[in-house]
């Protein structure tokens, strides 16, 4: 297939609309607060990293373990609260620099095989997609994992295919896999291992697999990265690998309603629910890769018959993670994410399907390219106008204002929620916001001698005694959050209605 090739007009235009998605990102990191539950949970945890100076066990609470994923991505939102503070920016930056580094990695890599041209396209695409932009610098441990797989991915395909340096690019692979281990855990090899066993299979490189990769060596040096902290957080809070290994990795995907969940509520979807999440989560390039089931023939030809193979091993990267989680009900989107810088690349060997030959240039394209990436702009910056400007519209909440509402104004009070925890509040608080679960812990702060500020939802309004609606008074509501603060004697309090 004939190489890309862009004029110098389209070539800058793309390099801007790339730098302007990238500086929209950064943007983001300020003008978005941690929202719950995930990324707020995950960002707490990293500051309780931080505060208790335990590296090694990720806590769920004080004291608590959180056995539900591997430590990497709180090491590195952990490295930035302390060298940044305990901020938003604190705890992403370190996640925006990994999502430059994927970049930069794929850049170069089809720079080498496919030129530049088609490397400045392929990087607009993968900036992006929806699931690239919103974890690029959230808090969260699916971006540390897809660049664990994408350098193992990209590290294979040099070593098979490239005799200079193929031994540095074969313990690189191993290096991948062992971050993918310390980022979410053995299912990060599966996802590995699904395409290039694939590919070994159906192109019958055994031999050339076998010779090429450094099998005990890397192994050796995937382990040195990986397992010690697997042993460590066995011998610091037993039963971590059972639940870890069995329940995580095994139940989750196999049982229905997985009811052992720790950490969370398990998700019921339907079957092949994932390739409904890949459409949304490639959006809006994917509706670019539909054109495929409506040209086959040329879809198969660009695939299959190229020179170097590299258009079919980026097919099996794409289907890794369908495929493997097609059977599965306890799903999210986010699982899709290992097999989307493979999109990104296979959607510019493609561009045969948009017109009627492959030849270049094609003007076709380029304004495909400027609707799907206006696009991408347009949502994005939309994302950031609600969260700064209209919180209340925003589909996911946080409880910030809350916290600067109450402890921004008396930092020597306490900030309690009944009968819900927020990790959000907790974070912005800096742990000091705490649940409130029964009666008994309520009446403490009848006599505890201190101001309290009291958060309810309007659906737990009717379990309040009484009482409450005398001893307290309501002073701000945010996004359905209605915090109450405890009132001095000569004060008169406002009615409080639990309809």
Excluded at 62 to 91: D, H, Q, R, V
Excluded at 177 to 187: D, E, F, M, R, Y
Aim: with cysteine; charged share 15%; net charge positive.
């Amino acid at each position: 297939m004939p190489r890309l090739t862009l004029s110098a007009n389209d070539r800058r235009l793309l390099w801007i609309a790339l730098a302007v998605l990238l500086v929209l990102r950064l943007a983001a990191l300020f003008t978005t607060p941690f929202t719950d539950t995930t990324e707020a949970r995950y960002a707490e945890i990293a500051r309780k990293m931080v505060e208790t100076n335990n590296w090694v066990t990720p806590q769920y609470d004080y004291g608590i373990p959180f056995w539900a994923k591997p430590p990497l991505s709180f090491w590195t939102s952990a490295i930035g609260i302390k060298i940044f503070g305990s901020n938003e920016f604190g705890a992403r930056i370190s996640v925006l620099a990994t999502a430059f580094a994927v970049l930069a990695l794929l850049f170069h890599w089809i720079k080498r095989w496919r030129g530049r041209d088609q490397a400045i396209l392929s990087t607009l695409i993968l900036s992006s997609t929806i699931i690239f932009y919103v974890a690029a610098a959230a808090v969260m441990t699916d971006l540390s994992m897809m660049a664990g797989t994408t350098l193992a991915m990209v590290a294979f395909w040099n070593a098979m295919r490239s005799p200079e340096r193929r031994r540095l690019w074969g313990h690189l692979f191993f290096v991948g896999l062992g971050i993918g281990l310390l980022a979410k855990g053995p299912v990060a090899v599966v996802m590995v291992g699904i395409p290039i066993g694939a590919w070994v299979l159906l192109r019958n490189q055994w031999r050339n697999t076998w010779q090429y990769i450094p099998w005990i060596t890397g192994s050796l040096l995937g382990l040195c990265i990986a397992a010690p902290w697997y042993l460590l957080a066995e011998l610091r809070t037993p039963g971590f690998l059972q639940y870890f290994l069995y329940g995580e990795h095994i139940q989750r995907f196999l049982v229905s309603g997985w009811e052992g969940d720790l950490y969370g509520n398990a998700h019921s979807e339907p079957l092949g629910m994932i390739w409904i999440y890949w459409l949304i989560a490639a959006a809006p390039w994917s509706l670019l890769a539909l054109a495929a089931f409506f040209r086959p023939r040329l879809a198969a030809r660009t695939i299959f018959r190229s020179e170097d193979d590299l258009p079919f091993y980026l097919l099996l990267w794409i289907l890794a993670p369908l495929v493997f989680f097609s059977p599965a009900r306890n799903i999210i989107a986010i699982y899709v994410i290992t097999g989307i810088p493979a999109a990104a690349l296979l959607i510019p060997e493609l561009r045969g399907l948009l017109r009627r030959s492959d030849h270049l240039p094609s003007r076709s394209l380029r304004p495909i390219l400027g609707l799907a990436t206006g696009l991408s702009m347009l949502i994005f910056a939309y994302s950031m106008i609600v969260f700064a400007s209209f919180p209340d519209h925003a589909p996911k909440h946080s409880q910030k204002p809350i916290v600067l509402d109450s402890l921004g104004q008396h930092p020597e009070a306490n900030l309690h929620y009944w009968r819900s925890r927020q990790y959000s509040a907790e974070f912005y608080s800096q742990g000091r916001a705490q649940p409130i679960e029964t009666i008994a812990e309520l009446e403490l702060l009848r006599t505890n001698n201190q101001l309290d500020y009291l958060a309810v939802r309007p659906k737990d309004f009717k379990t309040l005694p009484d009482w409450v609606s005398t001893s307290f008074t309501p002073v701000f509501t945010h996004q359905g959050t209605i915090l109450l603060r405890e009132i001095s004697q000569s004060e008169t309090p406002l009615t409080l209605s639990k309809k």
